[in-house]
């Protein structure tokens, strides 16, 4: 019999993410400090809409693009937080979540061999898309002492006239690393030069903490027009399981996206999309209150781990932490089923994230703190534990 199989597929590893909490489904009593998804309910309102389309019928398919009145939200939404203006006829598409509308867009863009640059530690889909489209995933090794931020430096040593993708995945996952706006404008100067494209995932935006605001790359000047903007629900809203999600960029490559889209998906959930249509007018007051609750949990898991021992930076963005684990001479994976097997811990091998992230585990704060209290104590317990056993090696 023929092998029906896809060989591009088939070479394709599966997410390290889910093979690891695979194993922990299994067990039971596990506290997971891994999933990245948030704790809170979807806000009551935000579910009434929904549940109110229900009533009224309102269970047909959308434009293809979803609804206009959510693209019009969508573009205001933008332009009050963030500065930067998408015509909602021609530059704004409604998707099945934000990772459909990185599929979509290297989809659009690439042609076999180009080549998509990836800092890494990142979210795991950016290099499998990537392949899939035809294109080939280069890394970029982010590093603890630049705050696993994207330097100029690193970005120009990767470049080469097969280039035409950079990956802007800031707030990061799994690091909480952020860039700030007079980081983005020596990227974009680079960018520009270079004559790439960007696809700046900005799922997290909304959860930046500390002095200064979230900023676009596609706000800056020359960057609209060579930025694919990603964002959408999941995370600032709580609503991870609507499945949706939205694209911005230049008419022309929006186009040839919606193609793509309309062959693939139809549309996205019609349910979800009068429900977004009341997140983006309503939720404005509802996403400081989890935003300040995330704070809270960071600033102490950050204190937690740090007096245990543990080195972390302190992420200013999303609901992660990446300490490092360095010391104890294991690999983050590892440290991992170490962890799982001898305290019911899960959390996640930094190493799921690319190369980069070895050495380092992501924690997630998106649960409760008496849930964090419980397992940064287990935590502690193990840690200790290996640090007496390192000790009795020495002696």
């Excluded at 008419?251 to 983006?280: G, R």
């Excluded at 008496?370 to 317990?381: N, Q, Y």
Aim: some cysteine.
């Amino acid at each position: 019999m023929r092998d029906p199989l896809n060989k591009l597929i088939s070479a394709i590893p599966p997410s390290g993410i889910r093979k690891f909490f695979d194993i922990a489904s299994e067990m039971e009593g596990v506290i997971s400090l891994g999933v990245g998804e948030p704790d809170f309910d979807t806000p009551w309102h935000v579910r009434e809409e929904g549940i109110y389309s229900l009533e009224k019928g309102r269970t047909f398919y959308t434009a293809n693009a979803g609804l206009r009145d959510l693209r019009v939200e969508i573009r205001n939404y933008l332009e009050r937080h963030y500065q930067v203006s998408y015509d909602p006829d021609k530059e704004i598409l409604v998707t099945v979540g934000g990772s459909e509308a990185i599929d979509i867009a290297f989809r659009a863009m690439l042609d076999p061999g180009d080549e998509v640059l990836v800092p890494q530690p990142s979210f795991v889909s950016y290099v499998p898309c990537a392949v899939l489209a035809g294109g080939v995933a280069v890394p970029i090794a982010l590093e603890e002492k630049d705050q696993f931020r994207l330097t100029p430096e690193k970005l120009l040593e990767k470049i080469t006239p097969k280039t035409k993708i950079l990956v802007l995945p800031f707030p990061n996952n799994p690091t909480g690393a952020i860039m700030n706006r007079e980081e983005l404008e020596a990227i974009a100067k680079i960018v520009i030069d270079h004559d790439l494209f960007v696809l700046s995932d900005e799922i997290y935006s909304e959860l930046t903490f500390g002095e200064e605001p979230h900023v676009t790359i596609a706000s800056l000047p020359g960057m609209k027009e060579r930025t694919v903007l990603i964002n959408g629900f999941s995370k600032a809203f709580a609503m991870t399981g609507w499945r949706l999600g939205y694209a911005c960029a230049p008419a022309p490559l929006l186009k040839q996206m919606l193609k793509i889209h309309q062959f693939a998906i139809m549309c996205a959930p019609t349910t979800s999309q009068y429900a977004a249509i009341d997140a983006m007018k309503n939720c404005d007051e509802d996403v400081k209150q989890m935003r300040e609750s995330y704070d809270q949990r960071r600033r102490y898991l950050l204190h937690e781990l740090r007096d245990m021992g543990m080195e972390c930076f302190e992420p200013l963005g999303a609901f992660y932490m990446f300490p490092s684990v360095k010391r104890f001479g294991m690999t983050s994976d590892a440290f991992a089923m170490r962890l799982l097997e001898e305290e019911k811990v899960a959390v996640v091998p930094g190493s799921a994230f690319g190369d980069a992230g070895e050495g380092y585990l992501r924690i997630s704060y998106a649960y409760s703190l008496k849930s964090l209290k419980e397992a940064l104590a287990k935590i502690r317990r193990f840690v200790e534990r290996l640090d007496a056993e390192q000790g009795g090696r020495a002696e």
